[in-house]
């Protein structure tokens, strides 16, 4: 995938979760994996579509959230979609339920990445958007990509001048 100078490899990317939810804030978790899990995510095979986050008696989980299986695991492989648990802070889990139980927020994977040999999701705290959020965004995007390229044509012609 896509290596940053940062020091960390983008493996996966929920784009999905981006344009259906407004995200207001964003953490970073580490996860429990098997041998096999972080091979398979190492080879960016991982998908975080229809994937979402939940807190459990203390507890953050990932649901949903695919990593298929390493070829060469063989017998010692795992299940594509188990549940698998988040590493945060304390108080970044009672932050989380509290603002969970509120009506409308939800926890959504933003993105996969490696970052010092460990395998980190980001996640969302977000709204969900209605569809009229969703036009009044397309058609913003639409309106500045016209606005830039009238810039560009002005500029090239002035060039040529």
Not at 22 to 30: D, L
Not at 92 to 107: A, N, V, W
Not at 118 to 138: S, T, V
């Amino acid at each position: 995938m896509s290596k940053s100078n940062d020091g960390f490899q983008v493996k996966a990317t929920n784009r999905k979760a981006l344009r259906d939810y407004e995200v207001e804030e964003r953490f970073e978790a580490g996860l429990v994996l098997t041998g096999s899990e972080i091979k398979s995510i190492r080879e960016g095979r991982a998908s975080l579509v229809d994937s979402y986050g939940a807190i459990e008696g203390g507890e953050a989980f990932v649901y949903g959230m695919n990593i298929p299986p390493y070829a060469q695991a063989s017998y010692f492989g795992h299940e594509p979609t188990r549940t698998r648990k988040l590493l945060l802070h304390k108080d970044q889990i009672k932050r989380l339920t509290g603002k969970i139980s509120e009506r409308g927020y939800t926890l959504v994977p933003i993105r996969l990445y490696i970052r010092d040999g460990r395998a980190k999701l980001e996640l969302g705290l977000g709204r969900g958007r209605h569809k009229y959020d969703k036009r009044r965004e397309m058609a913003e995007r639409d309106a500045n990509r016209e606005i830039a390229k009238a810039e560009r044509r002005k500029l090239r012609t002035v060039a040529e001048r």
